[in-house]
Nanobody, 124 residues
Framework: QVQLVESGGGLVQAGDSLRLSCAAS????????MGWIRQAPGKEREFVAA????????YYADSVKGRFTISRDNAKNTVYLQMNSLKPEDTAVYFC?????????????????WGQGTQLTVSS
């Protein structure tokens, strides 16, 4: 089992950059595929990005491709989401999630463990 704690959200202006962090507990962090999923008010959870346990494979939603970068530091049990050229439509609660079984997924329901979320608000 793994506990996840996100940080780094806040209020920014369109065009700004921000980095989210997710600290994980547990000794087997490198065995988990990690993902970032977001949820805007009144909308369903939306996949943003995922990274394999080794960090060698990444997936992105088309809406963030080229603007967001997911990375991880297994020595620090941390996964990051670097967000550039932010847009008002990126406003959401951002969740860090871990998938305990092998393989990558872009489906939010495919993740087993979730953090509490961090709010990002992008003003125009």
């Amino acid at each position: 089992q793994v506990q996840l704690v996100e940080s780094g959200g806040g209020l920014v202006q369109a065009g700004d950059s921000l980095r989210l962090s997710c600290a994980a507990s547990g000794r087997t962090f490198s065995s988990y595929t990690m993902g970032w999923i977001r949820q805007a008010p009144g909308k369903e959870r939306e996949f943003v990005a995922a990274i394999s346990g080794s960090g060698g494979i990444t997936y992105y939603a088309d809406s963030v491709k080229g603007r967001f970068t997911i990375s991880r530091d297994n020595a620090k049990n941390t996964v990051y989401l670097q967000m550039n050229s932010l847009k008002p439509e990126d406003t959401a609660v951002y969740f860090c999630a871990a998938k305990s079984t092998r393989g990558m997924t872009m489906t939010p329901s495919g993740y087993d463990y979730w953090g509490q979320g961090t709010q990002l608000t992008v003003s125009s």
